[in-house]
């Protein structure tokens, strides 16, 4: 069992930049894909990134590719999200998600593990 809890988010104009963080605890961390998803006011829940088990290999929306930065520290058990250049579009609450999978997806339902949620607001 994967348990997944996410801090950093809060309120920032647009411009500014938040870091997100998500803590697993479980073993063998580094055989875990992990994703961050968002879900805004009224909207379905989106792949936001992607980070792959060492790390080779990361993909990113395109609504944030040049803003955002996904990471993970396998030996601290933990992946962050570094958010620049905010836009009030990118207000929603951000999930970590993690998978047990072999192959990388970006498709939530592949994901067998979810945090509780972290809440971002930027005000324009």
């Known amino acids: 069992q994967v348990q997944l809890v996410e801090s950093g988010g809060g309120l920032v104009q647009a411009g500014g930049s938040l870091r997100l963080s998500c803590a697993a605890s479980?073993?063998?961390?580094?055989?875990?894909?992990v994703a961050w998803f968002r879900q805004g006011p009224g909207k379905e829940r989106e792949f936001v990134a992607m980070?792959?088990?060492?790390?080779?290999?990361?993909v990113y929306a395109d609504a944030v590719k040049g803003r955002f930065t996904i990471s993970r520290n396998n030996a601290e058990n933990t992946v962050s999200l570094q958010m620049n250049s905010l836009k009030p579009e990118d207000t929603a609450a951000y999930y970590c998600?993690?998978?047990?999978?072999?192959?990388?997806?970006?498709?939530?339902?592949?994901?067998?593990?979810w945090g509780q949620g972290t809440q971002v607001t930027v005000s324009s």
């Open positions: 479980v073993s063998a961390f580094a055989q875990y894909l």
């Open positions: 998600a993690a998978s047990s999978r072999t192959t990388w997806t970006q498709s939530a339902t592949d994901y067998d593990y």
């Open positions: 980070i792959t088990w060492t790390g080779a290999r990361r």
